[in-house]
């Protein structure tokens, strides 16, 4: 299986976070021809397991999936984990970068050349109060440096991050690491759970490699019609 080039892959990807695999077929469908790919996550894979990423690859082959799973184990668990779920032909796959360098570097080993990695650093449904509750010592910002500097030693292809820390980390890693970024609304839409958003041309022009999407798309009366929306106004704002 050979790795999709970074440059060639879509801008953004589409979240499909539902359980039923038909309702995610149908928004495969509405992404065929969107310029998207599609990201699959928890609720997805809990409910038809790789059986079903393998169904959806399979039915829309020109659709690069991003496989959100979030991995967090010790270290031999996620490595299992990473080695069950590389041959599926998906294009990233998360794990928590607060896992620890060890389970980053064991999860590396088992990916081999067959899927790239984004380490996860700070959920953008958490804020400063929300990571102090859960005994984080750093605030937001500092604490995503440091799991981007660990995700780096690890040799992960990129993280997870949100808007807000795009600037600084391409400040201090330059183009070495992919930037998937959520927490993107496009304006005027509603921020729902997420706390630390931006709209698609800001975060893009701050150095995104790709954006995370949901349901400014999934829940538009058409979808395909959102996701040609917001990648008119990328193109747009970078004329």
Partial sequence: MTLIPVA??????????????????????????????IKLGLEFFNANGPQGIRAIADAFPQLPIFLDLKLHDIPNTVAGAVRSVADLNIAYLTLHASGGLEMMKAARHAAGNKIRLLGVTILTSLDSEALTEIGYALPPHESVMRLTNLAQEADLAGIVCSPQEIQAVRASHGDDLILMVPGIRPAGAKTQDQKRVMTPPEAMALGATHLVIGRPITEAADPALAAADILTSLHKAAA
């Fill in 8 to 37: 060639t892959m879509p801008r953004i990807f589409c979240a499909i976070d539902t359980p039923d695999i038909k309702q995610a077929a149908g928004l495969a469908e509405a992404m065929r021809n969107s310029g998207c790919g």
